[in-house]
């Protein structure tokens, strides 16, 4: 029997999006209907796995027995529609691994912010990056795309499997040779690496991005780039985080780990005075800081 969830991509925050037409194979309530197939054993192997390795903090699905995921709308429709026919193509890889994606209810930034990250990367002339938290390593190659072809790679994931599956991804997309993947706590392992970087990612653990700044900070080149997902959806409470950056500490008491980490996040890199740093709303929305000095 397929597990009775709520769809992450319906608010739990109110009934505004309840009955709303939805393309995520849920019904109007935003319950999973479908009947069992190897699909769903598929999807259920990942949840318990999930369940095993929650540590890592990567996924921003979250299951009704966990945590809530506040997927509020950050963008009108008629914008999403331009950011969507405007984006850049996926290449062959790309698009084998948003079909995976789509079919496991697998996360990824997509092509929107996935075109960020690759002209970030260019703007940043960079040659080095680290990413806390890769899944099968979908942001890594939009990463690539503006990067030097020496240019050198660090992967991060505490999922064995979905480790495996970069290696194989990266391999077919010719970048295998120059990336390291490494397997477990993403802030543990950058600290057994040594060197600069020009680009750093968060996507791990949301409640412990600033203490992975707190690592990076340092380690960052003058010019290079930290950026956060998911600082505006996801397992975030968006609502109680405007409230807040608008000064209003309140909003965040009873606010669970993820939201307060991703304003102690925001308050730590606005703190840094050697860091820029702004929000762009795209994807599941990131924060781009520029180390200036």
């Known amino acids: 029997m397929v597990e009775d969830v709520v769809c992450p991509y319906l608010s739990v925050r109110g009934s505004a999006n309840r009955g709303a037409a939805t393309d995520c194979g849920c019904d109007e309530d935003g319950r999973e209907t479908a ?7 598929v999807k259920a192997e990942r949840k318990r796995a999930r369940d095993r390795t929650h540590e890592s903090g990567r996924c921003d699905r979250f299951y009704v027995a966990r945590a809530p ?22 290449d062959a890889v790309q698009a084998e691994m ?18 960020v990250l690759r002209v970030l990367a260019h703007l940043a002339d960079a040659k080095r990056l680290f990413e806390f938290g890769s899944g099968f390593g979908y942001s890594a190659t939009w990463f690539a795309e503006g990067m030097a072809d020496d240019a050198e790679l660090y992967l991060t994931e505490h ?31 950058f600290e057994g690496v040594d060197g600069e970087f020009d680009l750093v990612l968060l996507d791990h653990q949301k409640h412990r991005y600033a203490e992975a700044f707190d690592l990076v900070a ?44 991703i304003a ?27 180390r200036v000095e």
């Open 35 to 41: 009947r069992p197939t190897a699909a769903d054993a």
């Open 98 to 115: 948003a079909t995976y994606a789509d079919e496991h209810g697998f996360p990824i930034i997509g092509p929107e912010a996935g075109g």
């Open 218 to 261: 340092d380690r960052v080149t003058e010019g290079g780039v930290v950026v956060a997902d998911n600082v505006m959806r996801g397992p975030v409470d968006f609502g109680a985080l405007t409230d807040w950056s608008e000064g209003k500490a309140e909003a965040l008491d009873g606010a669970d780990a993820d939201t307060r980490g």
């Open 159 to 189: 999922d064995a499997h979905e480790l495996d599956m970069a290696r194989d991804f990266l391999d077919r997309a010719g970048l295998a040779d120059r990336t390291t993947f490494l397997e477990g706590d993403a802030l543990d392992l």
């Open 69 to 90: 995921c506040f997927a509020m709308d950050i963008l009108t429709d008629e914008t999403r529609r331009f950011l969507a026919a405007t984006a850049p193509e996926h």
């Open 264 to 290: 102690a996040f925001l308050d730590a890199v606005r703190a840094d005075p050697r860091y820029e740093t702004i929000v762009l709303p795209v994807g599941s929305g990131l924060a781009v800081s520029t």
